[in-house]
DNA sequence: CTATTGCGGAGCGAATCGCTCCGCAACTTG
DNA sequence: CAAGTTGCGGAGCGATTCGCTCCGCAATAG
């Protein structure tokens, strides 16, 4: 590995961290002068990189899809079924899926986007329907539900603003606050509740917002 | 009433909701003039009430934490324990606490925010401590961790957006959906649950973000 | 040594920002 | 009824920010 590539990945990975990062502060209104900022680059370095901000977020919606795709695949391989699904959701939740709802209409989706979203959905049936089949889970609760539930929590107000105002010295405490409620939220999931309200909500939650007209699946990205 | 101070009164109602959304939906990069075309105002109706956007601003954080004052008194006033603390937790995260988080920071925390802030924290103490004397609350959640909750569920990806994208059509199932979700979180605030993780989250969780140097309170806003 | 390559960031044209102020119409008052 | 009042919508101000192009330069590669 010659220095000049070292570099070059450094930035590459620094670029998209950051551009996670600044979405999940600043929502659709994430300028790239503030993402290139935030990686410590030049704005050319990310347009060398991706010829528009468009691109940077589909690539970011990649990227998010296929961390929701292996988690689910970990989550499937753990021989216990309660074990694979909350351990799944902690990974999506911690990764801050749903950081990216925001652009979701301002983008056009891929066919790449759309394929890994089904696979994620078909995934996620999978870890619900085992789960149930186990009688660890909720009888009433669904994927949608699930999907739903990591969008909400994946986002942290917490997390992203003591980011974005740099107060790192309490993101330990912060990240520590997180946890504590994904667990409560998982407690949550467990069975012996009454039932939930209402019905089960439909998959319209997902494509109604990311592409009205495409198949474009559940995953929040 | 005459017709002149009747359509004065629905402007004035007419922004401060528009206000509240676009906050909402676009975070601290809101612009007055979304805020004026949402509540289909001219932006000289908006100046005509408040003198900066600051002052906007502070005004919605004022009446959320009246919200949520209001909200914590009638969860004291109902005599089951249980039933009053859900109904505070349903009625904030309903109403949207935590929409205003994304401006911590930005604005003046006012003498008047503050005060109101600090007697939501006494009121959530009081709901917290009845439901754990009456053993129907885990007993290792706190106050703390409670407003975080509330935050974390107050901002609702799915409704934003699609209030964002006009997508009414979509809202009442989101607003079911919504529901659901929150009944999965108040499941997970029964005791009978292995403890939380880690140790409960500090006032600072709140006040490193609103007004690092104030006694500003926890309550989201 | 020369050639290559990726760097940072200045600056472009356009868009957006918070806010002021104008003309006007609806309403109120005497 | 007419004159005065008042709140309206929105044009446009000066400043800032946007996405993006392209330049000079320095580090690296061959």
Chains 1, 2 share one sequence.
Request: some cysteine.
């Amino acid at each position: 590995m010659t220095p000049r590539k070292d570099l070059a990945e450094r930035n590459d990975r620094a670029l998209l961290q950051a551009a996670r990062d600044v979405l999940a502060e600043d929502g659709a209104h994430a300028s790239v002068a503030a993402i290139a900022a935030r990686a410590g680059v030049g704005i050319g370095s990310l347009y060398r990189r991706y010829r528009t901000k468009e691109e940077l977020f589909q690539r970011l919606s990649v990227l998010s899809l296929d961390h929701w795709n292996r988690a689910a695949e970990e989550g499937l391989a753990d021989p216990d079924p309660w074990a694979g699904l909350a351990g799944f959701v902690r990974s999506c939740v911690e990764f801050g899926q749903g950081s990216l709802a925001p652009i979701a209409g301002t983008i056009e989706v891929t066919e790449e986007m759309s394929a890994k979203s089904r696979r994620g959905d078909e995934l996620l049936r999978d870890l619900v329907r085992r789960a149930h089949e186990a009688g660890v889970l909720r009888p009433d609760v669904t994927a949608v539900d699930i999907s739903l539930l990591i969008e909400q929590m994946g986002r942290s107000p917490l997390v992203d603003q003591l980011r974005k105002q740099a107060r790192d010295d309490l993101l330990p405490a912060a990240f520590e606050a997180r946890r504590r409620l994904i667990a409560i939220v998982l407690d949550g999931l467990r069975p012996g509740r009454p039932a939930l309200p209402g019905s089960p909500p439909g998959e319209e939650m997902f494509t109604g917002r990311w592409a009205p007209d495409a198949a474009a699946g559940t995953s929040p990205a």
